[in-house]
């Protein structure tokens, strides 16, 4: 049985996580949030110790050291500012770690994780779902038994409602969140370099609070995306479950759909992980890069080759503030 600690137990994503630990034969052994709302453990690891203070979580796992109840793995679900410090954590603590996207929000942190992950022989596994999607999957090997020199023409649309708490949320503060392109985009960028080989051109169109636009050149590709977070942009039928989503994706004019099949991809993971076969800190470098040269890009307009919902208009900042 491998021993889990998990930072960020009270989060949006931490039940994921909580059920691929216990679905792949896991033991929850410690958890920490801030936050005490937290009786989703109850459905999964009642006898778990939960704290809201990093020190005597640290000092719990760290009495556990060479015991049967050592942690094997931390699993990391905070927001994303903090990734890199719980990474590092996590390996110094002598355990190997599952993150969340986005790992870190800039390159040059994989660099010193990298470096942190030599010197206590652990590892760093980020949590990259579209890669196991069976449909991304067959895609991926149909663009790679095709024509070797083609390039297709790729058009990107993910909208995902959010309401005013975003804003007020650490996910609205980009300095924290990375911005939307990191918030809700890094897995898909992660996807388009994965089936279509790497970055040769990166062109932001439009950059708002609610929205980010533009171009990517790939090897084999060129891809047009639009992501966004304003519900005044979805289709009038677009509606999952309790929160209304739009995800399409066009490859030469046609539709590729990969809406159905997420739910056990986080499971998938841990599997995979677990047998020695999860992504790793090199894996992760593609979108990272891709998202902070985004984030520090100065967005053009629209001029190019840029993606049909680049120019909807613009909705005022709920709070009336400035990117």
Request: with cysteine; glycine share 8%.
């Amino acid at each position: 049985m491998n021993n889990f600690a998990i930072i960020g137990v009270a989060g949006y994503i931490a039940p994921r996580h909580l059920r691929a630990i216990k679905d792949t034969g896991g033991k929850l052994i410690s958890a920490l949030d801030r936050f005490d709302s937290v009786g989703i453990i109850d459905s999964f690891f009642p006898q778990a110790a939960f704290f809201t203070e990093h020190e005597l979580f640290d000092r719990h796992n760290s009495k556990l050291r060479g015991t049967r109840e050592a942690i094997d793995h931390l699993s990391v679900c905070t927001p994303n500012y903090l990734h890199d410090a719980h990474c590092r954590y996590g390996l110094r603590l002598g355990a190997d770690v599952i993150c969340e996207k986005p790992l870190v929000l800039n390159p040059w942190n994989i660099d010193a994780l990298q470096e942190i992950e030599r010197e206590t022989g652990r590892r760093v596994y980020n949590i990259l779902q579209l890669r196991l999607h069976d449909s991304i999957v067959a895609l991926k090997k149909k663009i790679e038994a095709g024509p070797s020199g083609k390039i297709y023409d790729v058009d990107l649309t993910y909208i995902t409602s959010r309401g005013n708490w975003y804003y007020t949320s650490w996910k609205g503060d980009e300095r924290k969140s990375g911005g939307i392109a990191t918030n809700i985009g890094v897995h898909f960028y992660d996807m388009l370099t994965w089936v279509f080989g790497s970055v040769r051109s990166n062109v932001v169109h439009v950059a708002a609070h609610d929205r980010v636009a533009g171009y990517l050149e790939l090897e084999h590709a060129r891809v047009r995306y639009f992501l966004s977070i304003n519900e005044a942009l979805l289709p009038a039928d677009a509606a999952e479950g309790e929160k209304r989503t739009y995800r399409t994706i066009e490859i030469n004019g046609e539709s590729f759909e990969f809406s159905e099949g997420f739910t056990e991809l986080h499971t998938e993971s841990y599997r995979r992980i677990l047998a020695g076969e999860g992504f790793g800190l090199d894996e992760a470098r593609n979108s990272i890069q891709i998202v902070h040269d985004i984030r520090n890009a100065t967005p053009i307009g629209l001029r190019g080759d840029y993606h049909p919902m680049a120019g909807c208009p613009l909705a005022p900042h709920p709070f009336g503030w400035k990117r």
